[in-house]
């Protein structure tokens, strides 16, 4: 157990539905990464938090947002779901921006538009 | 350009043989962070090993070695004494410091080995 949690575990859903991410991070941990893992993509880093401010960018489409809450919990935002938007959306958390601090990933939440 | 290449799609080892899983990187940095995770079928990543650039001797962690050659720009991963459990997809990750120093931390990953140990 890494100590990161997200829910749901499981999500299916619509085009065109918007639905919510929910990540905990480890207790103590300010930075909060969110992932994205699909077929064709691999994963690839969609956005940072750390202590509630949006520290970087990846590839994150303008219909996803995301924040971090006081409490360090993180939500992230997916709209107007299309059918590639399908993947595993899994969200990491570190004690601190250095190279050596280490991510530690929650289980993930496997979305399925339908 | 790819930053992280793992060459190996698929690899195929006996229980109880090491194994290793290449992955090469690119990067400019000169303070980076290289990190092996697993994921099993169930789909959760589970951190295996870290090596800094700037460490001078091989990471180890348990069964687990990661076979750092800075100047090919390679670090690979060595399981030993391979099990059932490490049948997986394993993957390398590169964290590098941007020009001023202060890393964003994201991580840049390669598109995974997927490692089968047979009894």
């Given at each position: 157990?890494s100590?990161?949690?997200?829910t749901?575990?499981h999500?299916i859903t619509?085009?065109?539905?918007r ?5 905990s991070?480890r207790s103590g ?12 993509q691999g ?7 750390y202590?509630g401010e949006e520290r970087?960018k990846g ?15 993180s ?5 107007s779901?299309?059918l590639g938007d399908s ?5 990491a958390?570190?004690?601190r921006t250095?190279?050596r601090e280490t991510?530690y990933?929650?289980?993930g939440?496997r979305l399925?538009?339908? | 350009a790819?930053?992280i ?5 698929g690899?195929f080892?006996q229980?109880k043989?090491a194994?290793t899983?290449?992955c090469?990187?690119?990067t ?7 990190f092996?995770?697993?994921?099993p079928?169930?789909?959760?990543m589970?951190?295996l090993?870290?090596?800094g ?9 348990g069964r687990?070695s990661?076979?750092f050659q800075k ?6 991963l060595?399981?030993?004494a391979s099990?059932l459990?490490d049948?997986?997809?394993?993957f390398?990750?590169?964290r590098?410091?941007?020009a ?10 390669g598109q995974g080995?997927?490692?089968t140990?047979?009894p």
């Open positions: 157990d100590g990161v949690t997200q749901p575990k999500l619509a085009t065109g539905q639905v919510t991410l929910r990540c991070p941990d300010l930075s909060v990464y969110w992932y994205q893992q699909s077929l064709d994963l690839q880093f969609l956005i940072q938090y202590n970087a590839n994150i489409l303008e219909r996803f947002s995301a924040q971090q809450f006081p409490d360090l919990h939500e992230l935002n997916l709209s779901l299309e993947a595993l959306y899994f969200c958390s570190s004690s250095s190279s991510q990933f929650g289980p939440t399925l538009v339908l | 790819q930053k290449t793992q060459t190996q799609p690899m080892v229980e043989e194994v899983l290449d090469t990187y690119d400019s940095d000169q303070s980076y962070g290289l092996w995770y697993k994921q079928s169930s789909g959760e589970i951190f090993i870290y090596q650039s700037y460490d001078e001797q091989n990471a180890t962690e687990y990661l076979n100047a090919r720009k390679s670090a690979n060595v399981i030993s099990q459990g049948s997986a997809m394993y390398c990750a590169m590098e410091h941007n001023g120093g202060t890393s964003y931390g994201k991580l840049t990953f080995t997927i490692l140990v047979h």
